[in-house]
């Protein structure tokens, strides 16, 4: 591993472990349980975001504005709709 790769690594780690707080945070302040590994939905979130910027370098009209924010809310979406329905499968099942 080169000195350069060390350096940043603490970083980056920081980065997504504060970001993995701040989501299993939120999950637990709106009741909605985080079905996810909280660490890898914040290294998705990075590399989304880190994807769609160098996107933007290449192609600065095929990212707009709002797109991050936009895949956020529907991978947000998506857990509430899997928190929701395994709550569902769960009651169903103790009737």
Known sequence: ???SRRATEPGRHGLR?????ALAQRHQ???VPL???ARRLAQAFI???QGLALESI???DAVDDELFGDVLALV????VARA?????TRNSRSV
């Open 76 to 79: 947000y979406d998506g857990l």
């Open 58 to 60: 290449v192609d600065p």
């Open 17 to 21: 472990d504060a970001l993995a707080h």
């Open 29 to 31: 302040h709106t009741g």
């Open 35 to 37: 079905s996810f590994d």
């Open 47 to 49: 590399a989304l975001g």
């Open 84 to 88: 929701t329905s395994s709550t569902t």
């Open 1 to 3: 591993m080169t000195n």
